[in-house]
């Protein structure tokens, strides 16, 4: 068998280390093609070590870049249009992940995504992309690869609704006044997950849950009415789908992200794969169930329905929620802030025109300055 060679995206991040490692589990069937990363050079280098690369890029450290390196943003398009790489693995954090996808797509490679802020900025443009060039995307995302996983070979007609499930976050149990002052290092307290600090802080405010209602959207085909969204605060069941017979599949795991990342590499078929610890249904116990608190957590309602109104309004959303989590992180303004910068950057940008990236970009770079204006 000849192995396939996989380009890592963001490969200093939480995904990109937790892929390596499935990776170095299954070096009979994987190579690693490419690496890139932001700015961890010391990682980057250990890395290329021990994984070979033949092309290596970091877009932001000019200072300790090794003769060989690529450097700047265009080494992300290099590394996911390589003829040696035929898997991309995006595990960049947020929007700056979406020229990748649509390079890789339209050269007719799979993106194995866990960048989901490329399916909300640009989900229209990608779906096209993929068309042209023969592309295809497989999510890494463990609820959208449990829904896959559910679907197998059936048609999209055969689905009545999927239900989504969330941990519910750290905040799951605090009242409206306790979570206007939650902290950082409070919001970074994720209970069942370990991840970067972006999606951690997503995973808080909720708006992780409304990305993924929008992922879920287009990877699926489904319209905003059959997708749904539940608490389960284990992370046990990954999510549901219900087909048209009223028969519900769901998917178990523990709450590990590299059983996703494997199956994004390797769908339709299965690895065997030793690495993840065994499934206990007994130690899994209970497994519970809540509504989702909805007044609690506006950045839920308000992605939801940036995604329904469509155009400019998702790529606004996920600005304007990029930008007030690094401020949150800077310490600079209040969780509470978070929606309300949302809202605000909604409110005057959300009926941009959102066709074309170059519109959507705009749109993006308008609400990361409407934020940066209103603190
Ligand atoms: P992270 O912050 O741990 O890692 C991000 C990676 O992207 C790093 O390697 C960093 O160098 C790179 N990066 C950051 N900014 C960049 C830029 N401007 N240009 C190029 N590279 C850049 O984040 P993460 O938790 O690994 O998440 C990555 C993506 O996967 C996010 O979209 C997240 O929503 C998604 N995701 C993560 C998890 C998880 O368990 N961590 C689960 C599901 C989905
Ligand atoms: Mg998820």
Same mark, same amino acid.
């Given at each position: 068998?000849?192995?396939?060679?996989?380009?890592?995206?963001?490969?200093?991040?939480?995904?990109?280390?937790?892929?390596?490692?499935?990776?170095?589990?299954?070096? +009979?069937?994987?190579?690693? /093609?490419?690496?890139?990363?932001?700015?961890?050079?010391?990682?980057?280098?250990?890395?290329?070590?021990?994984? /070979?690369?033949?092309?290596?890029?970091?877009?932001?450290?000019?200072?300790?870049?090794?003769?060989?390196? +690529?450097?700047?943003? %265009?080494?992300?398009?290099?590394?996911?249009?390589?003829?040696?790489?035929?898997?991309? @693995?995006?595990?960049?954090?947020?929007?700056?992940? #979406?020229? /990748?996808?649509?390079?890789?797509?339209?050269?007719?490679?799979?993106?194995? @995504?866990?960048?989901?802020?490329?399916?909300?900025?640009?989900?229209?443009?990608?779906?096209?992309?993929?068309?042209?060039?023969?592309?295809?995307? *497989?999510?890494?995302?463990?609820?959208?690869?449990?829904?896959?996983?559910?679907?197998?070979?059936?048609?999209?007609?055969?689905?009545?609704?999927?239900? #989504?499930?969330?941990?519910?976050?750290?905040?799951? %149990?605090?009242?409206?006044?306790?979570?206007?002052?939650?902290?950082?290092?409070?919001? =970074?307290? +994720?209970? $069942?997950? $370990?991840?970067?600090?972006?999606? $951690?802080?997503?995973?808080?405010?909720?708006?992780?849950?409304? @990305?993924? *209602?929008?992922?879920? +959207?287009?990877?699926?085909?489904?319209?905003?009415?059959?997708?749904?969204? *539940?608490?389960?605060?284990?992370?046990?069941?990954?999510?549901?789908?219900?087909?048209?017979?009223?028969?519900?599949?769901?998917?178990?795991?523990?709450?590990?992200?590299?059983?996703? *990342? @494997?199956?994004?590499? $390797?769908?339709?078929?299965?690895?065997?794969?030793?690495?993840?610890?065994?499934?206990?249904?007994?130690?899994?116990?209970?497994?519970?169930?809540?509504?989702?608190?909805?007044?609690?957590?506006?950045?839920?309602?308000?992605?939801?329905?940036?995604?329904?109104?469509?155009?400019?309004?998702?790529?606004?959303?996920?600005?304007?929620?990029?930008?007030?989590?690094?401020?949150?992180?800077?310490? =600079?303004?209040?969780?509470?802030?978070?929606?309300?910068?949302?809202?605000?950057?909604?409110?005057?940008?959300?009926?941009?025109?959102?066709?074309?990236?170059?519109?959507? =970009?705009?749109?993006?770079?308008?609400?990361?300055? #409407?934020?940066?204006?209103?603190?």
């Amino acid at each position: 068998m000849t192995r396939q060679g996989v380009a890592v995206l963001g490969s200093t991040g939480s995904i990109g280390t937790t892929a390596l490692r499935v990776i170095s589990r299954q070096r +009979h069937r994987f190579r690693v /093609a490419a690496l890139t990363a932001n700015s961890n050079a010391a990682l980057l280098r250990q890395q290329e070590t021990e994984f /070979a690369p033949a092309y290596v890029g970091i877009v932001n450290s000019d200072e300790q870049r090794p003769g060989g390196w +690529h450097s700047g943003a %265009e080494c992300l398009i290099e590394a996911a249009t390589r003829d040696d790489a035929d898997i991309v @693995l995006n595990a960049i954090v947020g929007a700056a992940g #979406l020229d /990748a996808t649509l390079a890789a797509v339209r050269a007719g490679k799979r993106v194995a @995504l866990a960048n989901k802020e490329t399916l909300v900025v640009a989900g229209a443009l990608v779906e096209r992309a993929c068309r042209e060039g023969g592309g295809e995307i *497989v999510p890494v995302d463990s609820e959208h690869s449990a829904i896959l996983q559910c679907i197998g070979t059936r048609p999209r007609s055969d689905v009545r609704r999927i239900i #989504l499930t969330a941990s519910g976050g750290p905040f799951r %149990e605090w009242s409206e006044q306790r979570l206007a002052d939650a902290t950082v290092a409070d919001a =970074l307290r +994720h209970p $069942t997950w $370990t991840m970067g600090r972006k999606i $951690t802080i997503d995973s808080a405010t909720l708006a992780n849950k409304a @990305l993924e *209602v929008i992922e879920a +959207h287009f990877l699926f085909g489904l319209p905003y009415d059959r997708i749904e969204v *539940v608490v389960h605060p284990q992370s046990i069941i990954h999510s549901f789908v219900e087909f048209v017979d009223g028969s519900v599949v769901a998917q178990m795991g523990l709450p590990n992200m590299e059983l996703p *990342v @494997l199956y994004a590499l $390797t769908h339709p078929d299965r690895a065997p794969d030793d690495g993840v610890e065994p499934f206990d249904p007994v130690k899994a116990s209970p497994m519970t169930f809540e509504p989702v608190g909805y007044a609690r957590f506006p950045a839920l309602r308000l992605g939801i329905d940036a995604g329904k109104r469509g155009g400019a309004a998702p790529a606004v959303y996920n600005a304007a929620n990029e930008q007030a989590v690094a401020l949150f992180l800077g310490g =600079l303004i209040r969780f509470g802030d978070i929606p309300r910068a949302i809202a605000s950057s909604l409110d005057k940008l959300g009926d941009m025109a959102g066709e074309t990236r170059e519109e959507l =970009l705009a749109a993006d770079s308008c609400a990361r300055r #409407l934020v940066m204006e209103l603190f």
